[in-house]
Structures are given as C-alpha cells and as structure tokens.
C-alpha cells in the first residue's frame, strides 16, 4: 500500500510541496514560469559564443589578473612553497580580496570549515593581521594539532545542527565564514541555515566549491537572491517636491545587502546595519514620456505652490 511515509526522505518533502502548489493556481503558474527561465537562461550559457579579438589571460600567467602584487592573499600562496599545504582555485584569491579586504588590520572572527592540511589557518592570519582570531571546524580529530594561541580548532560534523548550536555558544563573535568542508549540497546549506544569522551585522559568508549546474545549493542561494527582490509596502507619491517612491524592507532584507554567484563560490554579505526603507528618488525637470510625468508634476506642483500671500513667507 502506498503512503507518503513510504517515500525517500527528499520524495516525501517534494511530494508535500506538489500537494500545496496543486491547490493554488498561481503558484503553479510562478512555478512553471521559474522553470521556463531556467531552461532559457541555460540555453543562453550552451549557446555562448565569446567574440573575437577578446584577449583570453591565463590564470598561470605571472602577470594575470590574480597574479599581481595587489592582492596579497594570491602573493602568500604563490609564495608557500613548504609547510602546511593550501589547495585552492586560483580564481578564489581574487573574491577573497574583494569580500574580505575591509577587515584587513581590524579585530575580526574568521571561521573556515574544513582544516584539512592546516595551511590555510595560517594564510587567513598573515592577511588579517595579528588582531584576527581564527576558528577552524573538521571532523579529523587530528586537526586538533592546528590549534594554537590565535587558533581554536572544533571537531564535528557540518550537517549537525546540534554541533553549531554547541558551536554557536563557545564562539558567540563571528565575520567571516568560509565553507570549504565536505562540499555536498545538504552540509551547506544546514551550515547556511544555522550560521548566517550568527555573522555580526557587515559579515561575510563564502561557500566554496559548489559544482555543477543544478547544484542543490546553488539553487538555494538563487532562491535568498530572489528573495532579496521582495516588495513589500510599496508607496509611490509627492514629497517635498519630487516623485518618491519607498518600499518596507523585510525582515531578510534589512539584514542581507547581497547574494554573489562565481565559478564554482557563492558569496553573501550582510548590511552593516538594518535598513528602514529603499527610496527611489525623482531628480530632474525633463522626463520622457510626457504623458505619465506631467501628471505627476502638476501633482506636485500644486502641492508645493503656496496660496496667494504666502510667497514671502
């Protein structure tokens, strides 16, 4: 007999969510739209012909784009030669430094999940400085010979919502996360889920090495970057002489300024702090088409304009 229960843990949970969309129209059609898009957007990328004359730079050339002086973290890694070994894409040094530079010398919280051969630990402290405290989660017991007086090593499993809780407790002031664990789709995204809020306000969280198109978690993040498009409370009118516009963030909002997608990394950054409103300004005197703006004009010039005897006031 069949039953629900019956089903694969994922089965059942799609098998829950078709049960609700089926009941609602709309959404069936915001589904099926989704899925069209996808389709297209990956017919775009089969399809991609670069044109010609577009100069192609090697990442193995001593003068690429990552292998100059200005980014400091590519500089350690070219430079490491022996010692504690750091495996890494060499595209990775560029987002590095373009999400993490603004800690550069500041007192931050660094967590980078997977130790592995340690060497990594030590890169992160030689680019922050000597005021970054470094955290390293793995589930080798012998990454406990990594630790030392700025580095605190955890031992425990990434997928383990009870092992962050533990996590989050001992280590209660956190910046940056890098995700570089077991790299399957259902770790990261526990480990988004239980350690996204706990970034403080400006944080940074890198998952790395997310393969594949159609990847689980990939899917994830393009569903926290829809979500950053939310509109709520939308009001549109004159104010003190120009055309505003003002939209309630939500909740998500007010704490996430962005979601980046990269070969193979997502990067999310939270807001320094919480954002009360987006606000569209109108700035300006010609406007095309006429035919809406004039409208709107006439609005504010005769909500602007004093009464006779009041020019002067």
Not at 79 to 107: L, N, P, Q, T
Not at 115 to 122: M, P
Not at 179 to 200: F, K, N, W
Not at 274 to 296: K, R, V
Request: hydrophobic content about 35%; some cysteine.
């Amino acid at each position: 007999m069949f039953t629900v229960m019956s089903l694969p843990r994922k089965t059942k949970t799609l098998f829950k969510i078709s049960r609700k969309y089926v009941r609602n129209r709309e959404l069936i059609e915001q589904l099926l739209r989704r899925w069209s898009a996808t389709l297209r957007g990956s017919a775009t990328c089969q399809r991609w012909d670069s044109p010609a004359g577009v100069p192609i730079v090697s990442s193995r050339s001593e003068k690429g784009a990552l292998g100059d002086s200005s980014n400091p973290l590519k500089s350690y890694f070219e430079s490491h030669k022996e010692g504690r070994g750091i495996m890494k894409w060499d595209h990775y040094f560029d987002i590095y430094h373009r999400h993490f530079s603004k800690f550069v010398g500041r007192k931050v919280h660094v967590l980078e999940i997977g130790v592995f051969s340690g060497g990594s630990l030590e890169m992160w402290r030689n680019y922050f400085g000597p005021k970054c405290r470094v955290y390293g989660v793995d589930i080798a017991e012998e990454c406990k010979a990594y630790a030392n007086d700025y580095t605190k090593i955890f031992v425990g499993d990434q997928a383990d919502r009870g092992f962050w809780k533990s996590f989050r407790e001992q280590v209660p002031t956190l910046d940056i996360l890098i995700d570089d664990g077991g790299h399957q789709s259902e770790q990261q995204i526990v480990t988004l889920e239980e350690m996204l809020a706990h970034l403080r306000p400006g944080g940074v969280y890198v998952c790395e090495d997310v393969h594949n198109t159609l990847n689980e978690f990939t899917t994830y993040a393009q569903a926290l970057a829809d979500n950053l498009n939310a509109v709520n409370n939308w009001v549109a009118g004159p104010v003190e002489g120009e055309w505003l516009i003002t939209c309630t963030p939500t909740q998500f909002q007010t704490a996430i300024s962005s979601v980046n997608l990269y070969p193979f990394v997502a990067v999310i950054e939270k807001t320094d702090s919480h954002i009360e409103e987006f606000i569209c300004h109108s700035h300006g005197t010609e406007w095309q088409p006429p035919s809406f703006w004039e409208a709107q004009a006439a609005t504010i010039a005769r909500l602007t304009t004093k009464p006779p005897g009041e020019e002067g006031a």
